[in-house]
């Protein structure tokens, strides 16, 4: 029997209010700024995965939780809207949907966020038949959902006994410790890591930057480790050889959710079995075209859109 879905993303989902640019620092004592532009829109790491897959294609089932609020209805209506099953969406009747307000400052931003119910999501928010139901499960923003991330190993080991494949994208550490005794634990069960150059500096524990060799210490300790490398492209690392890829030309307006459109692109091209250099690109194009209008979500790429910038064997898939 088919399996219903192709991916099943587990995590966060919020709404972003994006704000800029700022063209002065940030002022208090009640001063009020004005900026240019303003966004209100579907945010959180792994939403905006489910939402760059659905979009790419996939089918899509997302799991997490949400409150019982007017934040999550927009939470739960616009996953809809972009074709994502929500039936894993958890209301929590007491805690509140997370919220986010980004400022965004020439190519920088600061993210502001309240965790809500972010700290209260577990395992059992996990529905069982969807890690029996899919062919891949993603996970995001690992330092945000403390319980979860101590459930993974049980939970992406339940999902490869079904035959599916795993990835994570850890996300920033808030607190900036980058201390996670359990990483190690996750990796054992992850196939696929997919930081960007300063998280896996941080993850592998380099002093200096240098993401060639950061790849290389996280491969080692088990995943395929996917690098976003911003304009300059992407590199991965299998154990044994390193990869890269360059960045595509395109005029970015936003950035924000440029690295979980590079999540879903290079999830689609693993299940599409493409190549890892394939996949590779495929996630950058996706990662790339995605600045090009306000919010994670606005401007993700169809095929149509990213199969111009696509080759094989040096030759064009357009």
């Not at 004592?29 to 792994?46: C, F, I, K, N, Y």
């Amino acid at each position: 029997m088919l399996n219903p879905f192709d991916l099943l993303v587990i995590g966060d989902a919020n709404p972003d209010v994006i704000l800029g640019p700022l063209d002065t620092p940030l002022a208090f004592g009640q001063r009020e700024q004005l900026v240019s532009g303003g966004t209100l829109t579907l945010g959180g790491s792994a939403a905006i995965v489910a939402c760059g897959a659905a979009r790419l294609g996939l089918r899509v089932a997302f799991a997490g939780r949400i409150g019982d609020d007017d934040a999550g209805r927009y939470i739960g209506d616009t996953l809809a809207a972009h074709g994502v099953d929500t039936q894993g969406l958890h209301l929590d009747p007491e805690l509140s949907t997370p919220l986010t307000v980004i400022l965004t400052r020439d190519q920088d931003r600061a993210i502001v966020t309240t965790p809500g119910t972010l700290a209260a999501t577990t395992a059992d928010d996990i529905p069982e038949r969807l890690l029996a139901s899919t062919r891949h499960v993603h996970t995001a923003s690992y330092f945000l959902l403390p319980q979860l991330a101590k459930a993974l190993p049980e939970l992406l080991r339940t999902a490869h006994e079904h035959g599916a494949t795993t990835s994570l994208d850890t996300n920033d550490d808030p607190t900036g410790s980058w201390d996670a005794p359990g990483l190690d634990a996750v990796l054992a069960h992850v196939d696929y890591l997919l930081p960007n150059a300063a998280e896996a500096q941080h993850l592998a524990g380099l002093d200096v930057p240098d993401a060639r060799k950061a790849a290389e210490v996280l491969a080692a300790r088990g995943p395929v480790t996917a690098v976003k490398m911003g304009a300059e492209g992407a590199l991965c690392h299998d154990g044994t050889r390193l990869l890269t890829t360059g960045g595509i030309r395109v005029q970015p307006v936003d950035a924000v959710g440029a690295g979980d459109s590079f999540d879903a692109g290079f999830i689609v091209g693993i299940l599409a079995r493409f190549t890892l250099t394939e996949a590779l690109q495929l996630a950058a194009v996706c990662g790339a075209l995605s600045t090009r209008a306000p919010g994670g979500t606005t401007a993700q790429p169809n095929w149509d859109e990213v199969r111009p910038h696509l080759t094989r064997n040096g030759k064009s898939l357009a």
